[in-house]
């Protein structure tokens, strides 16, 4: 990379922090509690200590708008935004292929079945989210171990049959708990999860879930140059130095950790983890040591756009899964001619 386009790689990244810094700032003002921007400044000026003319009832009020319901969706859906791009971006990256999504091994079908699950048996929400994590790791380790039988194919195909075969299982598995609920409290609630929602972000669970989140996504960011070998193909990786095996086993159970907590928190939320790679591959080219940090940033930004754009349209609540998916397909079909970029 030349040293011009370095510079400009650098400041379109510097760019898409300000604007996602921006984005986020913005969005505090987006519900139907309306605040003022004197509002906001005078309870910024009292909440660090400054003298305000605030008022405590409405100090009160705006402090529990903004910080507990207002910033944990806001949170959660940069996390969320984040995790299923980055995941997105390295499963295409390691399966050399640009129609791959976090899905591919079966993660959200096996996370799907673990919250249906726990809803129909009456679990408490904390065991209803322990559910939906470890039925999601399960899932994929089933498609591995699918994979692992039939090594001696020594082909990626083995491991997305695993991945669809583990998925269809799991997805006849939540069939059955669907068939099962009762119509009038149990299924209703099931149907609403799986069409996704940032309602579902409690406070308790965006700020317990936020560090392994950014850690696992740290992981991929650190593992984005062995992404790029990985790219070139098993052979030519190995021939680079690099355990194929170990970085593929590392890169799976992260991208599986990061999408299962991103079900925990918002329901099934498709179609980030497929598109936004591509956004990042058309404007900064194909090097993955870019690309990964890059998904991470423009999935945020999208999906609180899409939010806020959601929330400011209507004024119920709409699926956040239904509304990205409207808007991923146009913008699938028109990214999908340069999809082969970078492969």
Do not use: C
């Amino acid at each position: 990379m030349k040293l011009w386009e370095k510079i400009l790689t650098k400041l379109k990244f510097i760019s898409l922090i300000i604007f996602l810094i921006v984005l986020i700032n913005s969005s505090l003002f987006i519900g139907n509690y309306e605040i003022s921007y004197n509002e906001y400044f005078l309870f910024l000026k009292k909440l660090i200590g400054l003298e305000s003319s605030i008022s405590l009832e409405k100090y009160d009020t705006l402090k529990s708008v903004i910080f507990d319901i207002r910033l944990p969706r806001i949170i959660a859906a940069v996390l969320i935004g984040s995790s299923l791009a980055i995941s997105g971006a390295a499963f295409q990256a390691m399966f050399v292929n640009p129609l791959v999504s976090p899905g591919i091994l079966g993660v959200l079908s096996g996370a799907s079945f673990g919250a249906a699950l726990g809803m129909v048996m009456g679990w408490s929400w904390f065991f209803i989210n322990l559910s939906t994590f470890i039925f999601g790791l399960i899932a994929v380790l089933f498609a591995l171990l699918i994979s692992f039988i039939y090594s001696s194919a020594k082909n990626m195909i083995i491991l997305v049959l695993g991945g669809i075969i583990s998925s269809s299982l799991f997805s006849a598995l939540l069939s059955i708990v669907k068939y099962a609920a009762d119509p009038y409290d149990a299924l209703p609630a099931i149907t609403y999860w799986l069409m996704g929602s940032l309602a579902f972000s409690t406070p308790n669970v965006v700020w317990n879930l936020s560090i392994p989140l950014v850690l696992g996504m740290l992981i991929l960011i650190f593992l984005s140059k062995y992404l790029n070998a990985l790219s070139l193909g098993d052979e030519e990786a190995k021939a680079l130095g690099v355990d194929t095996k170990k970085i593929k086993i590392i890169v799976i159970l992260t991208a599986t950790f990061l999408s299962a907590l991103s079900v925990i928190l918002a329901g099934i939320i498709g179609w980030i983890g497929l598109i936004i790679p591509h956004i990042a591959r058309l404007l900064f080219g194909a090097d993955n040591k870019v690309i990964i940090p890059i998904s991470a940033l423009l999935g945020a930004i999208f999906l609180l756009v899409v939010d806020n754009t959601s929330r400011m349209i209507f004024s119920f609540e709409i699926p956040i899964g239904i509304v990205t998916a409207i808007i991923g397909i146009p913008i699938f079909i028109l990214v999908l001619k340069n999809a082969k970029r970078g492969f």
